[in-house]
């Protein structure tokens, strides 16, 4: 079981669709993390909430929008997304303090085909 | 991620063997490293974690070491079972604005512990 809820666990659309994957936990955590992961890879940062405010965004194509509507709550819009997009999208989420570093606790992800 | 390496890639050892992997970081402001265990399909899931201001740490078959002033770690899987048998993940942490923190990840090692 994971504390950290993605939806959806597959989505397939488009290059011209609009989608959203959603994420949500309630551990309290203040931190909300996208990692985007392709095979045999490893998770690769995409944007970090601190707070609920913006705190990395690692040079991340604009057709990638995240938005976080509470602290328990992230979502990521995809628009006009490329066959090279397609990966497993992972959220996590952390305490978030520095000098009180915990670990990510990741959801199970969407796997995202992009046709 | 790109200031940590990571190694061996794969790693094939027999059923009770010693398995380490090691890794090496280039951020002197990271100072909390975790290790994730990545099972086929599945999410990354912590298995052990170190901060800067410990040199060691053990969880039962499992150890991390950490020298930080030659900014490298290492995880030692003792007895191993089948059942390690997965992609392993280190960790090194990237403070950021707004007081939070991500995580950079090495490139992975794929072991395998045969029978």
């Known amino acids: 079981d994971t504390e950290v809820t993605q939806t959806p666990k597959h989505l397939v659309m488009g290059m011209t669709n609009k989608k959203s994957l959603k994420c949500e936990q309630h551990?309290?955590?203040?931190?909300m993390y996208w990692y985007k992961q392709k095979a045999k890879k490893p998770p690769e940062l995409m944007f970090v909430y601190s707070y609920e405010k913006l705190s990395i965004n690692e040079s991340v194509p604009s057709r990638f929008s995240p938005e976080c509507p509470n602290s328990s709550l992230l979502n990521l819009h995809l628009h006009a997304l490329q066959p090279e997009d397609s990966a497993l999208y992972l959220c996590a989420s952390s305490q978030g303090q520095q000098g009180w570093e915990s670990p990510l606790h990741f959801g199970n992800g969407t796997r995202l085909t992009v046709t | 991620g790109e200031n940590v390496e990571q190694h061996p890639s794969t790693l094939s050892v027999q059923e009770g063997d010693s398995a380490v992997i090691k890794c090496t970081y280039s951020d002197s402001a990271s100072n909390y490293f975790p290790w994730y265990k990545q099972e086929l399909g599945k999410r990354p899931q912590l298995i052990i974690d170190i901060r800067s201001n410990v040199g060691e740490k053990k969880d039962q078959r499992i150890a991390v070491t950490l020298n930080k002033t030659a900014k490298h770690f290492s995880l030692h899987i003792t007895e191993t079972q089948p059942e390690d048998s997965a992609v392993y993940f280190c960790?090194?942490?990237?403070?950021?604005?707004?007081?939070?923190?991500?995580?950079?990840f090495g490139k992975g090692t794929s072991l395998l512990v045969t029978p």
């Open positions: 551990m309290g955590h203040r931190a």
């Open positions: 960790a090194a942490s990237i403070p950021h604005s707004n007081s939070g923190y991500a995580l950079n």
